[in-house]
Every structure is written in C-alpha cells, then in structure tokens.
Nanobody
Framework: QVQLVESGGGLVQPGGSLRLSCAASGSISSINIMRWYRQAPGKQRELVAT???????NYADFVKGRFTVSRGNAKSTVYLQMNSLKPEDTAVYYC????????WGQGTQVTVSS
C-alpha cells in the first residue's frame, strides 16, 4: 500500500507562487504515475498535472505555462510548483498515485485572494 501526505498550501495573493509537496511512503516502487488534482467548492475534482515513473509530464490546459510538476531525487516526493496564481486556482489540491492500486492524500487548501 501507498500513503500520501500533501503539504505547502496556504493563502497567496494573485500573481504569487506556492510549491506543494506530496510525500509518498509504503510501497513506493509500485507507483507508476503520480497526479495532482484539485477540487473547488461546488465543482468536480479535476486533473491538474501528471508525472510518470519515467519522468514524462502532462498538464491541464488551464495551468500550462504556470504550473510545473517534478519529483525529488529520492522519487518519494512529488512537487507542484504553481506560479502566476489566479483566484480561480483556489481549491483543495490532492495528490494521487497509480500503481497496482490507487492512493489519495488528504488534500491541502490553496487560496488565491487579495
């Protein structure tokens, strides 16, 4: 089994930056894909960014050029660098791992407001 813990959320002004972290533990070697999702109040959860075990990345159109997903050297941590944040980026951000099974973190709140 894999356990995921997100951190790094908070309150930031429009145009600002935040870096989210997702720390994985447990059967890390079984993870094939790591994803970041977000869910705003009253809206469905949506996919933000993906990184594969080979290092390939993919982004939702609404974050391309602003967000960057990466992995730490130990590959047990995945980051989401968020720049040029907008109020519409306000949401709870979740980390998701896909291997033989799927795991989710508890989420971290990101609020973009002046």
């Amino acid at each position: 089994q894999v356990q995921l813990v997100e951190s790094g959320g908070g309150l930031v002004q429009p145009g600002g930056s935040l870096r989210l972290s997702c720390a994985a533990s447990g059967s890390i070697s079984s993870i094939n894909i790591m994803r970041w999702y977000r869910q705003a109040p009253g809206k469905q959860r949506e996919l933000v960014a993906t990184i594969t075990s080979g290092g390939s990345t993919n982004y939702a159109d609404f974050v391309k050029g602003r967000f960057t997903v990466s992995r730490g050297n130990a590959k047990s941590t995945v980051y989401l660098q968020m720049n040029s944040l907008k109020p519409e980026d306000t949401a709870v951000y979740y980390c998701n791992s896909i291997g033989p099974g799927s795991a989710w973190g508890q989420g971290t709140q990101v609020t973009v407001s002046s």
